[in-house]
């Protein structure tokens, strides 16, 4: 099924994605239109254009391949499936991520991965191919995030404030060098090959979805972000 989206409000977009039977369907002269696939089961969506605010807010395991820009909250609190973005991504990719992955073959903006979580199987995944904003991983709880820095020229590929909160998960930086003033909840390390086997998948899937050379990339100086057991968030609270 093919939707032209040019002269459709997203509500009436949105109606005809969910009241269709087909489990693949291309939507055309996507022109800002909000919350694209939330809470879809069971489709493969492909979206030529940019999509608005919240793609996929809530999705159930479908699949949505975007062939240009994302706006700010894709995956907003996600269940499964995944997110293929072949542009950047705007702020808040992955707000309250529960499971699923998402790929952005180009840059992220502000609080990507903000408030991801984890629950037993269910480990979320964010890959950003180059590089994001501040507050990256803000109040992280569980899954992980991979910044690669494709194409930043040696700087270091995430804004200030990276892993602001962070209690959870983990984040893995390709650079040379560590992020500023990384505040005293997390913990660097320079990530051994043990750490990377968590990734090594899911970069390959990454690498397979924009044609890129997984060897090349694993070869580089990763950095492993974790919460600080010596300085945990919780101290920030009243607690027992």
Do not use: W
């Not at 996929?56 to 499936?81: F, H, R």
């Not at 494709?150 to 209690?167: K, Q, R």
Request: hydrophobic residues 35%.
């Amino acid at each position: 099924m093919e939707i032209n989206a040019y002269s459709l409000h997203f509500r009436d977009l949105n109606e005809k994605l969910k009241a269709s039977s087909d489990s693949q369907i291309t939507i055309t002269n996507c022109l800002g239109h909000r919350y694209i696939g939330s809470g879809v089961a069971g489709k493969t969506i492909d979206i030529h254009g940019t999509p608005g605010n919240a793609l996929g807010a809530y999705l159930a395991g479908s699949t949505i391949n975007v062939y240009g820009n994302a706006q700010d909250a894709t995956g907003d609190t996600m269940d499964t499936g995944s997110i293929i973005v072949h542009g950047n991504c705007g702020d808040t990719t992955g707000y309250g991520m529960r499971g699923g992955k998402i790929f952005v073959k180009g840059d992220g903006g502000y609080r990507v991965g903000i408030h991801m979580k984890e629950y037993k199987e269910c480990k979320p995944v964010v890959i950003i191919g180059g590089k994001v904003g501040d507050f990256l991983g803000e109040y992280q709880a569980g899954g992980i995030l991979v910044v690669l820095g494709l194409n930043s020229d040696g700087e270091i590929p995430v804004g200030d404030f990276c892993g602001t909160g962070m209690h959870g998960g983990a984040i893995y930086i390709r650079a040379n060098t560590l992020p500023n003033d990384l505040p005293g909840q997390v913990a660097a390390q320079v990530a051994t090959s043990e750490d990377l086997e968590d990734i090594v998948p899911h970069i390959d899937e990454f690498c397979s979805a924009f044609d890129l050379d997984k060897e090349a990339l694993l070869n580089s100086k990763f950095y492993k972000l974790t919460a600080n057991s010596k300085n945990p968030y919780r101290q920030l609270y009243t607690h027992h």
